[in-house]
Structures are given as structure tokens and as C-alpha cells.
């Protein structure tokens, strides 16, 4: 029932940061566990950021210290804060509930591209 859209990318330094978006519509949006996912040409779909209905977040290995997911309820938003891109980070980002995992539904995503 949750629809999600993914905004804040763009083209960035390396070194530099980017703040993502993923606004939600729907009901019982505080209830939901939130993921941060990406997909790079070539490579699969990784979790990069996860976040559970009370605030406990879990990060990949690759982006931890660097990057923070938050959510923000009252506004039904989580965020994902990048810090210290890396060219490997380029990547489309994806935001998620499980619910919506389980049953393959994805949005458009967002393009984050880092590069001199």
C-alpha cells in the first residue's frame, strides 16, 4: 500500500556529499522497516542501508562511517546522508519496505554518479 519516491542525486566529487530522499504516501508508513539499495551497471542490487520501524540502522560494510540513513515520520521520509563518495558509489538508488521487496515492486530510483 506504501509508494515511495527517491530524490537528492546528481553528479558529485569525489570527497563530496550528497543527501538522498524517499518520500512516502500511504498508511502505516512508521510501521515499516526501510531499506537504501543501489545497483551499478553491470553488478547486482546491494543493500547498502537498513533502518527498523524503531530507529535501529545497519549498514554495508563499504559505506559504514560514510553514510547515515534516519528516518523522519511525522514527514513520512528517511533520508540516507553520503559522505566521502567514492567513484564506486556511483551507482541508482533505490528506497524499499520489505513488503514491497518481497513482492518485486521497485521505483525509478535516483542517479548518484561520482566523478571528476
Known amino acids: 500500500q506504501v509508494q515511495l519516491v527517491e530524490s537528492g542525486g546528481g553528479l558529485v566529487q569525489p570527497g563530496g556529499s550528497l543527501r538522498l530522499s524517499c518520500k512516502a504516501s500511504?498508511?502505516?508508513?512508521?510501521?515499516?522497516?526501510v531499506g537504501w539499495y543501489r545497483q551499478a551497471p553491470g553488478k547486482q542490487r546491494e543493500l547498502v542501508a537498513h533502518?527498523?520501524?524503531?530507529?535501529?540502522?545497519n549498514y554495508a560494510d563499504s559505506v559504514k562511517g560514510r553514510f547515515t540513513i534516519s528516518r523522519d515520520n511525522a514527514n513520512n521520509t528517511v533520508y540516507l546522508q553520503m559522505n566521502s563518495l567514492k567513484p564506486d558509489d556511483t551507482a541508482v538508488y533505490y528506497c524499499?519496505?520489505?513488503?514491497?521487496?518481497?513482492?518485486?515492486?521497485w521505483g525509478q530510483g535516483t542517479q548518484v554518479t561520482v566523478s571528476t
Open positions: 533502518i527498523t520501524s524503531g530507529g535501529s540502522t
Open positions: 524499499n519496505t520489505e513488503g514491497r521487496v518481497a513482492t518485486q515492486n
Open positions: 500511504g498508511n502505516f508508513f512508521s510501521i515499516y522497516n
